[in-house]
């Protein structure tokens, strides 16, 4: 019986237990968490503003590559307008030359026009020698020497001062193209030497301000990462000490709960202790696996904005390298220019020469051409045969190159109107040829017929000029 009684006992005592939660449910405070999983939040917190700001620095540098783009863009601009205004220089240039060509064709065209007054004068003197011998007029034959010479003189002195313009004009030209030369060569080459010290001084300060940045950036972290490794370790050891305390504790609680065997109460109490415990533990132990596979490659998380950064750089090289590869380009071509131009307006002025000499020469083969027509046509219009009379006319005038004392005062002066009377009308006829040359194929054959058939009259006329001067005395 007495054993019936504890087994009732122990019934009454089982009977009992499970009546206890029917008691007014009291409100459970909500576990709290323990210091440990606190520091883990907090520190997971901090990696996320971590990782803000780290996405916060990342767009600041995107936004400062984009400037850097924009700036290298400008200047491009800049280069292309300065390219710009090299080549309407260029052009002026070309301007300058092609009016300084048309002002040589005018002046050419003032020549001729001075040529053709020539003429025009040449026929009215013709028309007044006509005059003058039909009216047998012949003391006024020194003063239509003076008058021819006077003439002569006055068309030389236009010539030489039209020359002497011209060669003016052409020296100011010259001496203004090199003033502009030398202006624009000098204003290009200091901004040249502006944009190139202004460029060089820039990225020498913005890659000295990145290697600042990036070095203290990257020795903050590395710091940064130091402490946190050193903190997590900390962390880590007393994990691990309040680990193998827990485990000292729990062995304790076992040993005691079975030595003492204690009631099924205080062994339920136990086991919900054990099992919170163990909860606890699991969830310390993920959290930790966790950080060691975050920490297993700690320098991760900053290597790829490293790599980019370092890709960036090595870009931003590439460019400076090109840039200062086009402005030495830039250079060279100005220095090019420099060499060339010169070359190519002394070129010019050579060229201008030779035609100028050419020109000259063929002048003076047309002059000579025109005096010996001009000598025919004078032995033609006084009647005289150039085979016939070629030795003595020829021997006239050896005669009047030598010494005076060979030749009386009456004699000499005979020659000298004769020879002023053949000048006269040498010139005379040298004006009808050029007219004759004017003229079409087909008429000139009936114009010299004229003119040979006129050149007879003269001479008969002359023959009877001398018989009634012989009558006369």
Known sequence: ?????GKGGKGGKKGKGPKTPKAPPEPEPPPELPEEVKALIRQVEQLQKDVETEMKERNKFQLEVDMLRTFWEVTG???????AEYVNLYNEIETDELNHRQDIKEYLGEIKLYKEDLKKHQKDF?????????????????ERAEMILDEQLDIEDTVST????????????????????????????????LLQHDLTNKEKTKLSEREYYWSSLIHSLQQDHDKRY?????????????DLLHKDKLRKQIQVFVATEENKKERVDGSMDVKMLKQEQKKVQAQIIKIRKLLRNPIMKKHPNETVKQLELKRLKRDYDARDQRVKQLE??????????????????QRAEKEHAELKAKLATLTEKTHKLQSLVCLRLFGID???AGGPVIQAVDNLDSKEQHWSRKTRLNQTRKLLAQMVRS??????????????????????????HVSTEPAHMHHDLKKKNKHAR
């Open 1 to 5: 019986m007495p054993p019936k009684k």
């Open 77 to 83: 601009q800049q280069l292309e307008e300065t390219n």
């Open 126 to 142: 013709e028309k007044h020698v006509r005059k003058v011998d039909d009216m047998e007029v012949k003391p006024y034959e020194k």
């Open 162 to 193: 039209l020359k002497a313009k011209h060669n003016e004009e052409m020296a100011r030209r010259e001496q203004e193209m090199n003033e502009k030369l030398l202006q624009t060569e000098q204003k290009y080459r200091k901004k040249l030497e």
């Open 230 to 242: 050193s903190e997590f370790d900390a962390f880590l050891n007393e994990c691990k000490k309040k």
């Open 332 to 349: 060279r071509d100005m220095d090019e220019m420099r060499t060339k131009f010169p070359e190519n307006i002394l070129d010019i002025q």
């Open 386 to 388: 150039l085979l016939a």
């Open 427 to 452: 010139i005379c006829w040298l004006i009808l040829l050029f007219a004759v040359s004017g003229t079409k194929q087909t008429n000139k054959i009936s114009v010299w017929e004229q003119i040979l």
